[in-house]
């Protein structure tokens, strides 16, 4: 069982910055992918950004150059510093991970609770 825990959302003027936490614990025996997801007021779920366990990144376009996906392998934690908010990034932040819990095990994907970010105007 594979736990994450997000941390760092809150309330910020348009133009502010925030940085989020996810810190991944249980029965983890390696950990590819880990990425943030975001849930709009009214919309669908949508990817943010991921990186991979070599530190590949991928962004959405509404994201670029404001975001920056990042984490530190030896603490399974990932991080997303968040500059140049915008009214449209208010949401509820999710973290997910790719984890495997033993060498010849499968991979699965946990999902943080989700961490509220607001962007006032």
């Known amino acids: 069982q594979v736990q994450l825990v997000e941390s760092g959302g809150g309330l910020v003027q348009a133009g502010g910055s925030l940085r989020l936490s996810c810190a991944a614990s249980?029965?983890?025996?390696?950990?590819?992918?880990m990425g943030w997801s975001r849930r709009p007021p009214g919309k669908q779920r949508e990817l943010v950004a991921s990186?991979?366990?070599?530190?590949?990144?991928n962004y959405a376009d509404s994201v670029k150059g404001r975001f920056t996906i990042s984490r530190d392998n030896a603490k399974n934690t990932v991080y997303l510093q968040m500059n140049s908010l915008e009214p449209e990034d208010t949401a509820v932040y999710y973290c997910?991970?790719?984890?495997?819990?033993?060498?010849?095990?499968?991979?699965?994907?946990?999902w943080g609770q989700g961490t509220q970010v607001t962007v006032s105007s």
């Open positions: 990186i991979t366990s070599g530190a590949s990144t």
């Open positions: 249980g029965t983890i025996f390696r950990i590819n992918t």
């Open positions: 997910n991970a790719n984890t495997q819990s033993e060498p010849t095990g499968t991979w699965s994907i946990a």
